[in-house]
């Protein structure tokens, strides 16, 4: 009986376990994914002001003509860079996806080994107590 409660404590110790394990990864997908929107939604908005800077506005003068090309230039710069950060954002946020399936998995598995395990005490505990076979041994 003391060891079916350890095998017991032990189960539902994994199974809290799995269930952390699932909590923290699916706090670090979502953290990722936000990640990756931010880092999208900048990539968007740097091209658009390179895109801006680009059309000008009919500068008057060659200083500003030179001033508004290099922004352009360096607009366009940070938006690939911006781009690049984005695409390595949703690989790790993949990642973090695919981590968080793995853990969901564990934890389903967990818990269905628990409720086993509950299940088969049950119907141990159900089971009447029935007098063990005495063997008697005979010399013929």
Do not use: C, N
């Not at 710069?77 to 793995?102: I, N, P, V, Y």
């Amino acid at each position: 009986m003391a060891d079916d409660r350890r095998r017991q404590r032990r189960v539902r110790l994994i199974e809290r376990l799995r269930i952390a394990e699932q909590r923290r990864a699916a706090a670090e997908a979502q953290e990722a994914e936000a990640v990756r929107r931010r880092l999208a939604h900048l990539s968007e908005r740097t091209e658009a002001l390179a895109r801006l800077y680009a059309i000008g506005q009919g500068p008057l003068h060659a200083a500003d003509l030179r001033s508004a090309s290099l922004l352009g230039t360096h607009l366009r710069g940070l938006g690939r860079t911006a781009s690049a950060q984005s695409d390595r954002a949703r690989d790790a946020a993949d990642a973090r996806l695919a981590e968080l399936a793995l853990a969901e998995r564990r934890r389903s598995r967990a818990e269905e080994d628990r409720r086993a395990f509950e299940r088969a005490l049950a119907e141990r505990r159900a089971m009447p107590d029935l007098p063990l076979a005495r063997r008697t041994w005979h010399e013929t």
